[in-house]
């Protein structure tokens, strides 16, 4: 915890699926560091990468995973552009409730994006499964590509 940073508590959803106790859409995983899709996608395509060590957010981060987070950053983002064959990306990270952020381990979204389509709303609704394991599927042949 730092001086404006809340403790960290190993409850939040992505502290479980890191534990392996609920399910993800895993697209990548190293030693420091895990991506997945986002389960209420604000685009085709969209993951999510956070670190494995415990994180509310950027402010309590090690600089050390934060450098992690970033190299997986950018090697996932080239295959989420590469499979979806996107025009750009957009990458994103909430802090706090006030910040716009709702689950409390530090994670970065990145959505792939087509010229003159719009995000959808965030939390907007939950992705079928069955097309969110075929978006993860996508993204690691073009991780091994
Ligand atoms: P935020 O904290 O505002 O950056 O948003 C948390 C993000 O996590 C949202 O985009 C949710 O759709 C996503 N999310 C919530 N639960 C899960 C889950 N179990 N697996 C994957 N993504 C999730």
């Given at each position: 915890m730092t001086a404006d940073t809340p403790a960290y508590d190993p409850g939040n959803i992505f502290a479980k699926i890191l534990r392996g106790e609920i399910p993800a859409q895993t697209v990548y995983e190293d030693a420091d560091t895990l991506a997945f899709m986002d389960v209420m996608p604000q685009g085709e395509g969209h993951t999510l990468v956070i670190p494995k060590a415990p994180a509310r957010g950027l402010l309590d981060a090690d600089p050390a995973s934060l450098a992690a987070v970033t190299?997986?950053?950018?090697r996932v983002g080239r295959a989420v552009k590469a499979a979806f064959d996107a025009d750009g990306l957009t990458v994103f990270q909430y802090n706090e409730p006030a910040g716009g952020q709702t689950v409390f381990?530090?994670?970065?979204h990145i959505v792939p994006r087509r010229e003159g389509v719009p995000l959808k709303r965030h939390e907007g609704g939950m992705a079928?499964?069955?097309v969110l394991a075929k978006?993860?599927?996508r993204i690691r042949a073009a991780l091994e590509a």
């Open positions: 190299a997986t950053l950018q381990h530090l994670h970065f079928d499964p069955e978006h993860a599927a």
